[in-house]
């Protein structure tokens, strides 16, 4: 599926701060989620992923969270710093018999801009 | 993780010419995907690039506009055709290991004149 938007969310936080970014997905035959991280003129970079079996998932200063009845998706990155202003990617991951494969559908990004 | 290199990494085209992208991985991937990127949007998946086959595409794309090669498992290309202002994009290479993970190339910025 194809994600369209002419102007991205903007989330402003104070560094130290934590930040919450939030995505709804539209597939309940997604089995697999991951966040990504995409700064200017670079490739997206991935972040953390979770599989639907579970409903969080920790990393280094990340929590993903999962909740399948709603279909909600968010990113928890603990005490903010600077190099973490990026725009940040869900994606979700489905089987597609068309395509005989798993794809990616990427949400519309939000931007995050970290305020020293 | 994969490493992804892309060439050119952007470049500024005339319209109705024609512009060919390599993607090259450090390790042999089984799936390798194109993808594009319009100013401030997301991400749209292009096509698959199977290997020994044609690729696979989403609606909307189609070959004829948008050629794909992949010769092996570390290597494709995609070729923007006779293009237009609208093509102006970034372009990006991404591939899938066995372990679901999916890793994406640093991007084509393509500008249109």
Not at chain 1, 9 to 29: F, H, K, M, R
Request: proline share 4%; net charge neutral.
């Amino acid at each position: 599926g194809e994600s369209v938007g002419l102007h991205l969310p903007t989330l402003s936080v104070q560094e130290g701060d934590n930040s919450i970014i939030n995505c709804a997905y539209s597939n309940s035959a997604s089995d697999y989620f991951i966040w990504y991280k995409q700064e200017s003129g670079k490739g997206p970079q991935f972040i953390i992923d979770i599989r639907s079996n579970m409903d969080k998932r920790q990393g280094q200063r990340v929590t993903v969270l999962l909740n399948k009845t709603v279909k909600h998706l968010s990113l928890q990155i603990a005490a903010t710093q600077p190099g973490d202003s990026a725009v940040y990617f869900c994606a979700e991951s489905a089987f597609y018999s068309g395509a005989g494969s798993y794809q990616l559908t990427f949400g519309k990004g939000t931007k995050l801009s970290v305020i020293p | 993780s994969a490493v992804i290199s892309q060439k050119p990494s952007r470049d500024i085209c005339q319209r109705g010419t024609s512009l060919t992208i390599q993607c090259q991985v450090d390790s042999q991937v089984t799936m390798m995907f194109w993808y594009r990127q319009q100013p401030g949007q997301s991400l749209t998946l292009i096509a698959t690039a199977n290997q020994g086959s044609e690729a696979t595409y989403e609606s909307g794309f189609v070959i004829d506009k948008f050629p794909i090669s992949r010769p092996n498992l570390t290597f494709s290309t995609l070729t923007v055709s006779n293009m237009s202002p609208e093509d102006s994009s970034i372009y990006l290479c991404s591939v899938r290991d066995s372990f679901s993970e999916q890793f994406f190339g640093p991007g084509t910025r393509l500008t249109v004149l």
